[in-house]
């Protein structure tokens, strides 16, 4: 199963680098066309897709990796016992907020289904999908890190939590 994962997480990376440089690749032939007076209408529609999907993937590559954004203001001068606490607590509150984006993000996009975009014939359910299937994702980054945390939380030889 972790061979798995591993496997999955190059995977997410490549799909994540390749949308983020077909968005690129996308918006500067549109610009091009468009100044030639032959606008590529779809573009906006398949740049619209990968945006949402690069970057929720690119979200879940970062919470993987704990380079997100955190503070520590209030609890770097707490025991370091009282820091790990808090920080399983914090990750229990980011599991169950990813939990309901899954529910209610696939309950979205079960109401954009039958919502085309604007230019390719294609349903809107695809660009939403992406909040609940990387929520899965990011849900099991988040239980991988509660399960080391459990497991780690009474070593406490001088280290920072």
Do not use: H
Not at 45 to 59: Q, R
Not at 105 to 130: E, P
């Amino acid at each position: 199963m972790k061979k798995f994962y591993e496997y999955y997480c190059k995977f997410e990376k490549i799909v994540c680098g390749t949308g983020f440089i077909t968005i690129v690749v996308l918006v500067f032939l549109s610009a091009i066309a468009r100044s030639l007076k032959n606008p590529l209408q779809w573009s906006i529609d398949i740049s619209m897709l990968l945006l949402a999907w690069v970057s929720f993937l690119g979200a879940d590559i970062a919470w993987r990796r704990g380079q997100l954004l955190g503070i520590d203001l209030l609890t770097r001068n707490l025991p370091i016992k009282a820091q790990k606490l808090v920080d399983l607590c914090i990750l229990t509150l980011i599991l169950a907020s990813l939990i309901i984006f899954i529910i209610f993000g696939f309950m979205l996009a079960k109401s954009n289904w039958r919502r085309s975009m604007q230019v390719v014939r294609m349903s809107y359910s695809f660009v939403t999908l992406s909040l609940p299937v990387v929520s899965i994702s990011m849900s099991v980054s988040t239980l991988i890190k509660i399960v080391g945390r459990v497991k780690n939380f009474g070593k406490d030889a001088g280290q920072k939590a």
